[in-house]
Every structure is written in structure tokens, then in C-alpha cells.
């Protein structure tokens, strides 16, 4: 994965006696994983292009062999990152029902 700038998604600064998880908040953590997820779809469309792009028959085993040992990390990495998409999705589904920022299990406050 590329690196992603969050730099310029500044970190949310909690007020004091604010309630937590508010709209406000939410949209913070929407524009943070919207802003990952973006990142990571352009780093797979760069994938698709580069590997169309370097489709290339070496006539050397040894050069055939390493371009194909690429490609399979490759596509490793972009099945990891398809992965992370589809979680940063469901985040964004909870997100939207109101139930992001709390335990699963017990329903208690994760935190900011």
C-alpha cells in the first residue's frame, strides 16, 4: 500500500462534555476511512495498469521467474488491500446505523 496522507485530515479534538459519537464525530471517522479507502483503490488501479503495462515473454527462465515472483506479491498485496476495503465498507455501514465506536460484544464506548 502506498503511503497515505492523513496529514491533512487533522486529528478530532473531543470538547469537553461532548457526547460521544456524535455527527460531528462520525463524520470525522467517515472522512478518515473514506480518505484510506480512496488511497488504497487508487493503488489497486495502479496495480492493473502497471502489470497490463509490463506484460512482457523473457526469453531468460531466471527473468521470467522473478517477474512472476512480483506478480505474486503483487497480487497478494492488492488481495490484503481488497480485504481492508471491504472492512473500511462495513465501518462506514456502521458509521451510517449510528454503531461505530462501540464493542461489538458488550456495547460499551471504544473511545476516541
Same mark, same amino acid.
Given at each position: /500500500?502506498?503511503? $497515505?496522507? $492523513?496529514?491533512?485530515? =487533522?486529528?478530532?479534538?473531543?470538547?469537553?462534555?461532548?457526547?460521544?459519537?456524535?455527527? +460531528?464525530?462520525?463524520?470525522?471517522?467517515?472522512?478518515? $476511512?473514506?480518505?484510506?479507502?480512496? %488511497?488504497?483503490?487508487?493503488?489497486?488501479?495502479?496495480?492493473?495498469?502497471? /502489470?497490463?503495462?509490463?506484460?512482457?515473454?523473457? =526469453?531468460?527462465?531466471?527473468?521470467?521467474?522473478?517477474?512472476?515472483?512480483?506478480?505474486? $506479491?503483487?497480487? @497478494?498485496? @492488492?488481495?490484503?488491500?481488497? +480485504?481492508?476495503? +471491504?472492512?473500511?465498507?462495513?465501518?462506514?455501514? +456502521?458509521?451510517?446505523?449510528?454503531?461505530?465506536?462501540?464493542?461489538?460484544?458488550?456495547?460499551?464506548?471504544? %473511545?476516541?
Amino acid at each position: /500500500m502506498s503511503e $497515505l496522507s $492523513l496529514k491533512s485530515i =487533522a486529528p478530532y479534538q473531543a470538547q469537553p462534555g461532548e457526547e460521544y459519537m456524535n455527527p +460531528k464525530q462520525r463524520d470525522h471517522f467517515r472522512q478518515v $476511512l473514506s480518505h484510506i479507502k480512496s %488511497g488504497l483503490g487508487e493503488d489497486i488501479d495502479r496495480t492493473v495498469h502497471t /502489470m497490463q503495462a509490463e506484460a512482457t515473454a523473457f =526469453a531468460d527462465p531466471n527473468d521470467r521467474a522473478t517477474q512472476e515472483s512480483d506478480i505474486s $506479491l503483487e497480487l @497478494r498485496n @492488492r488481495d490484503r488491500e481488497r +480485504k481492508l476495503i +471491504k472492512k473500511i465498507n462495513e465501518m462506514l455501514a +456502521k458509521i451510517d446505523a449510528d454503531e461505530y465506536g462501540y464493542c461489538d460484544n458488550c456495547g460499551i464506548e471504544i %473511545g476516541l
